[in-house]
């Protein structure tokens, strides 16, 4: 019995895997005027996406199980800095205090991935020694997140739709999240712009389709791969 | 004498008349002036004198099933990956074609049959220990290396003066434990081929892309050089260049609508590249001041970039342009917060 159970998972498993992927997406539309918006649209249109929304704070804070936090892939546009990111009012959202309240941060609800299309978001090594604190203490996002993608550098929006498109279709045929987003990165950005993206160690090479358990939330660990 | 005196009265009435009509009626463009900056860099460049084109993707670039069977095993072979993907089994979604690794989902392989571009890139699982990558070539043996590559693959040709150096760097890994203690590890080495056309930089697609692993070994490579019909664009059919100042203006303003203030740091001349066509147009850098939030006007400055067309009837859609969407975003004021937040499958799975 146990036998024709194993081969059944198993045989979903790789007819699974020839299927290209959909599972519970979101889109979250910052400042930036017009071509936010096309960024969004160009990763969601891939999927049968569950939210498609303007970006407002709570969605990423007092809400996030609601929101953010609800989807398995969360992709973000807007004006970026630093761990902090613009909302389509342009107020912002200070990444390193995103989960400062009763719904924690993301990761303890649903979502695994997160991506933000803007600017210097995520710190290297190059430009912080520290880059890992403002995502793991106390307070900050990463609440069970396996991983979060984005830029170290500036990112043009002269190129966004076309490094979005890429990306969305490189995450719905399959291929693992970090490495899918340095590939579109490589093929549509200009040579001034580096993506960077941090992750719990054990999910390094999870994709849309197969990911590793989800880490505690007290998890402190994390490991950064950058482009320079 | 009274006579003249009144003749004085009146003419200082219209003038100063006058001058305060002439003010409100500019009063508009000074607003624009004072949020819109340009920096004594940020000059519109001289692209009048310049004999411009567009172009257009020709049918060469394209691939048909054999081409694109035969030119990913030479591709896949010279990465010792040939036995990694199998070539008969795709997904495909428009003019791409995505091809697995099924032992390892950092491996990609993607072509697009219109284009002719070729994605390749044999993953990372076997570079994900907390250790670099032995024998890591420097810049000059990366370049050699590389050049011998694409000279092999037969994707480019010596005498192409659109190729030129672009970049050389490469990717790094951190890693930061439990006992609070941080290492940086060197994985591998990328080389950049950029594209230019009469000295003109083409911003957007074209390019190779080769990343190196140890002493040299071809781990990923992006060849996108699609071959190009040219078409001369006439003086009449490009706008002047203080038109094209007002429109960048406007257009930064339309854009960043609670903008406090804009500062233009760069404008370039490029080839715009994107979906198969290019056109000349200016890339104009700059940094936006916002408000930290409604309630706290605290400045937070950001980058920001805008492409401006040179022609007065651009047929792409350039960052200001709206793309046709089948949906737009909707209005999120609240959540419903009677009902319980969804775990997904996988949490679901875990209970």
């Known amino acids: 019995m146990k036998l024709k159970i194993t081969l059944v998972l198993l045989l979903v498993m790789i007819s699974n895997a020839d299927k290209a992927i959909d599972r519970q997406e979101g889109g979250y539309v910052g400042s930036g005027g017009q071509i936010a918006v096309d960024c969004v649209w160009n990763f969601i249109k891939h999927f049968n996406y569950e939210q498609y929304y303007w970006s ?19 992709f973000y546009c807007g004006h970026g800095n630093q761990y902090y990111i613009t909302m389509s009012d342009d107020a912002g959202v200070d990444l390193s205090s995103t989960g400062n309240n009763s719904q924690k941060g993301w990761g303890n609800n649903n979502c695994e991935f997160v991506a933000f299309e803007s600017c210097d978001v995520i710190p290297s090594p190059i430009e912080l020694s520290n880059w890992w604190n403002n995502w793991v203490k106390d307070g900050a996002a990463f609440d069970g997140l396996h991983q979060a993608v984005g830029w170290r550098t500036v990112a043009y929006f002269a190129h966004c739709r076309e490094i979005c498109d890429n990306f969305g279709g490189r995450v719905h045929a399959g291929y693992a999240i970090w490495q899918s987003w340095f590939d579109a990165i490589n093929a549509e950005s200009d040579l001034d712009e580096m993506g960077c993206a941090v992750m719990n160690p054990n999910c390094n090479m999870d994709s849309h389709a197969s990911f590793a358990p989800d880490p505690s939330i007290n998890d402190q660990s994390l490991q950064v791969w950058y482009q320079y | 004498m009274k006579n003249s005196y009144s003749t004085r009265i009146l003419y200082l009435i219209i003038s100063v008349s006058v001058f305060f009509s002439c003010k409100q009626r500019h009063q508009p463009t000074q607003n624009q002036n004072e949020i819109v900056v340009f920096s004594p860099g940020a000059v519109i460049p001289s692209y009048q004198d310049k004999l411009l084109n567009t172009y257009q993707v020709s049918e060469k670039s394209a691939m048909n099933e054999s081409m694109v069977i035969n030119y990913l095993k030479q591709v896949l072979s010279l990465m010792g990956e040939e036995s990694n993907f199998e070539l008969t089994n795709k997904t495909q979604e428009g003019d791409r074609w995505f091809f697995l690794n099924k032992n390892d989902p950092s491996a990609s392989c993607i072509v697009n049959v219109k284009t002719g571009d070729i994605q390749v890139n044999s993953g990372t699982k076997n570079y994900m220990t907390s250790a670099s990558t032995q ?36 990717i790094n890994m951190g890693v930061h434990d439990e006992k609070n203690e941080s290492q940086v590890y060197e994985k591998f080495t990328t080389v950049r081929y950029d594209r230019k056309f009469d000295s003109i930089p083409v911003l957007g697609h074209s390019r190779f892309i080769l990343q190196l692993a140890e002493k040299g070994k071809l781990h990923s490579i992006i060849r996108q050089w699609p071959i190009y019909n040219e078409t001369k664009i006439s003086k009449d059919e490009e706008v002047v260049p203080d038109e094209a100042k007002r429109a960048i203006v406007q257009h930064l303003m339309n854009e960043n609508k609670n903008a406090k203030k804009i500062t233009v740091n760069q404008v370039n001349l490029v080839y715009y590249e994107s979906k198969g066509m290019i056109e000349p147009a200016l890339h104009v850098i700059c940094q936006i001041q916002l408000p930290k939030s409604k309630s706290d006007t605290t400045l937070m400055t950001f980058p920001y970039d805008l492409v401006e067309p040179i022609m007065k009837r651009p047929r792409m859609i350039y960052t200001f342009m709206a793309e046709p969407h089948r949906d737009q975003p909707a209005q999120s004021d609240k959540v419903d917060t009677a009902q319980a937040p969804k775990a997904g499958d996988d949490e679901r799975k875990q209970q």
């Open chain 2, 135 to 170: 024998d890591l070539l420097k810049k000059d043996e990366a370049v050699k290396i590389a050049q011998r590559y694409l000279q092999e693959l037969k994707y480019i040709d010596l005498n192409d003066k659109s190729l030129v150096e672009g970049h050389v760097g490469g």
């Open chain 1, 56 to 74: 407002k704070d709570f969605q990423f804070t007092t809400s996030n199980n609601y929101r953010v936090d609800q989807m398995d892939f969360s």
